[in-house]
């Protein structure tokens, strides 16, 4: 029976996603990237009555991916029977967003987390409610949880579970429950068990008649259109998608690229697992991106710019079928094998992660690029070297560390992206170590006229106090240097020097700000000469995410003395904190000096004790990521 283009409910959409002849994926299609607030937002607009777009199918005996709700890459179905099945061109992360919330099936935000689930408060209106902005321009409270009850939380507990500010205390429950619920027709004020809300009073009685009547409309009104193409439509799936996104721009060119991949390679998305996986740091578009640029750079001819990823790039000499990039792709990526390629990928990784701690989640990956195509072409020639090589290892991590810090790419751009990548290439393939202190590479690096002014001349200071009276010397100046680089990079400057490798993690201010801000007043004015020495890295911490949550406002002596209520947890309960955030006994001390001072209305005494706690503490930080990075690069003249 052909597909007829049609209007279709909410629950018509799941029952023919889910039961009714099981739509499949096209190949075309990108993995599900949506997160949790544009989820929401899919569901605040459905109940509202909000126009979502249009779902476009198409029949198709092609090969196929099922339709899961996953964010990693999928495994395509052959389909060695040729059947026709419904194929999804357009509409994939609405229809996911749909099952995850009206269907139950939960969201995960990735692989290594537990699932969570969209609940709704039933008990009032969105208080909150702001046009235009995308946080909190939703009617309703929502929230998501991977806890099974989340009404009549304390305090503490509801700021643990980042319940929204200022939201109701009871009136909340699953809103797949909820439509469940409705399904069922059952008694309103059943309702009321589900959500602690015992007390009629509790609940808005037009909040609950408005909800309820919006859910059945959005379950059995059918206002969501459905087109079908046509048999004389189907010539081009692939330019159908890649127009279809490209005309409203949330298609990325990496995604662009790679769809017209996938016409001429189908099962690309599988053969992409062997550097996106738990071993790799690399996620689907960045090892697009770097797959392409090594593949490009090592064919024969290169007719093109491996650094730019153009579809007109995949046809090129493509006589007798042949795909020359698409084909070097493949062959980079064996399906359950290892190559020199596969293995360079996964080198640099775990050279990464063990020297970069958790910074490694946010070093830039165009930057790392350089790297993976270094180690490629060097083990052509010999073994990549053990990570405590110094000679061979040092120069990466000094690249690494001081191009993220600079923000060398953000200013080089593709000058930037062409240049080292080329230079790590050569140097690998002829055997050399990574090319970091050559002339040339630094250039290409450092020489740029927003980067250049905050390289420091001398980068090792006896102690970062600035002294007024020296503003003009070269020494104060490059105190100066320090802090700002340190301040505007502490995830970097920290994960190094705390080893931090605890994924929930959060900065913390060590005396914090809040609590210093309320202090430092004469009068109604700040006195801001001390209070911004809060905001120097000295004074932050890495502090796993559910103590900061709790501790993040309290005064010192809440943070790092043991309290009488013994459910009180702090800094030093090792059970409460699994990151060392590297204190020692003098540091703990200057930090309730700060507090015990201020308390006595000494504060000039806390400001000037806050600030040497600072400087010292930013110095200790400073030096230490020095041994293992290396000195910052050298200047260049104009």
Request: charged share 30%; with cysteine.
């Amino acid at each position: 029976m052909p597909l007829e283009s049609c209007l279709f409910s909410i629950q018509c959409l799941i029952e023919k996603i889910k039961y009714s002849y099981s739509w499949k994926l096209s190949i075309a299609q990108r993995p599900f990237e949506w997160e949790k607030l544009r989820i929401t937002n899919l569901v605040d607009s459905i109940l509202r009555g909000f126009p979502i777009g249009s779902i476009l199918l198409a029949g198709s005996k092609d090969p196929y991916y099922i339709f899961e709700l996953k964010k990693g890459l999928r495994r395509r179905v052959k389909n060695i029977e040729k059947a026709e099945y419904t194929h999804l061109i357009d509409g994939q992360q609405r229809c996911a967003a749909i099952l995850a919330t009206f269907n139950g099936e939960g969201f995960k935000v990735s692989e290594n987390d537990p699932f969570e689930y969209l609940w709704i408060n039933i008990s009032r209106f969105n208080f909150e409610y702001k046009e235009f902005d995308e946080k909190r321009g939703q009617k309703y409270f929502f929230h998501w949880s991977s806890n099974r009850q989340i009404n009549g939380l304390t305090h503490e507990k509801r700021r643990v579970e980042k319940l929204p500010p200022n939201s109701p205390i009871n009136g909340w429950i699953l809103f797949h429950e909820l439509i469940g619920f409705i399904k069922k027709n059952r008694n309103k004020k059943e309702i009321y068990g589900y959500t602690n809300c015992n007390d009629i009073d509790e609940v808005n009685e037009e909040t609950l008649n408005k909800l309820f009547k919006s859910i059945e409309n959005s379950l059995y009104t059918k206002k969501i259109p459905v087109h079908a193409l046509k048999d004389d439509e189907l010539e081009d799936i692939f330019q159908v998608f890649i127009r279809i996104n490209t005309g409203g721009l949330p298609l990325g060119p990496v995604d662009v690229f790679f769809a017209g991949v996938k016409k001429y390679w189908d099962d690309a998305e599988e053969h992409l697992k062997c550097i996106v996986n738990k071993d790799s740091i690399f996620n689907r578009q960045d090892a697009i991106s770097l797959l392409a640029r090594c593949a490009a750079n090592s064919l024969e001819e290169k007719p093109f710019d491996p650094v730019r990823l153009k579809l007109q790039y995949l046809t090129y000499n493509a006589s007798n079928g042949r795909y020359p990039l698409i084909a070097q792709m493949k062959a980079f990526t064996p399906l359950g094998k290892s190559n020199d390629f596969t293995k360079a990928v996964r080198w640099v990784s775990i050279l990464i992660r063990n020297k970069f701690y958790y910074a490694a989640n946010i070093l830039n990956r165009f930057n790392v690029m350089s790297v993976v195509a270094w180690a490629y072409q060097f083990q052509q020639s010999q073994n990549l070297p053990e990570f405590d090589e110094n000679e061979l290892i040092k120069p990466i991590i000094g690249y690494l560390f001081w191009t993220n810090v600079f923000g060398s790419r953000y200013y080089g751009r593709s000058r930037f992206d062409r240049e080292v990548f080329k230079a790590a290439w050569e140097s690998g393939k002829n055997g050399e170590k990574f090319p970091y202190h050559t002339a040339n590479m630094q250039k290409a690096c450092f020489d740029y006229h927003y980067v250049r002014p905050y390289i420091p001349l001398n980068p090792i200071q006896k102690t970062l106090n600035l002294d007024e009276l020296k503003k003009q010397s070269a020494e104060y100046k490059d105190a100066e240097k320090i802090l700002q680089l340190t301040r505007g990079h502490k995830e970097i400057f920290l994960s190094i020097y705390q080893k931090t490798q605890h994924r929930h993690i959060d900065l913390d201010h060590l005396v914090a700000y809040n609590f210093a801000k309320n202090r430092f007043k004469e009068g109604r004015k700040f006195m801001w000469d001390y209070i911004e020495w809060t905001s120097k890295l000295g004074n932050f911490a890495i502090i796993d995410s559910r103590a900061n949550r709790v501790l993040q406002d309290k005064g010192p002596s809440f943070k790092f003395i043991k309290q009488e209520d013994k459910s009180i947890q702090n800094y030093t309960d090792k059970n409460f904190i699994k990151t060392d955030p590297c204190l020692t006994k003098n540091e703990i001390n200057q930090c309730l000096l700060v507090e015990d001072l201020l308390r006595n209305k000494r504060k000039d005494e806390a400001g000037a004790v806050l600030r040497d706690f600072v400087a010292k503490r930013t110095l200790l930080i400073w030096k230490r990521v020095l041994r293992i990075v290396g000195r910052p690069p050298k200047q260049f003249d104009d």
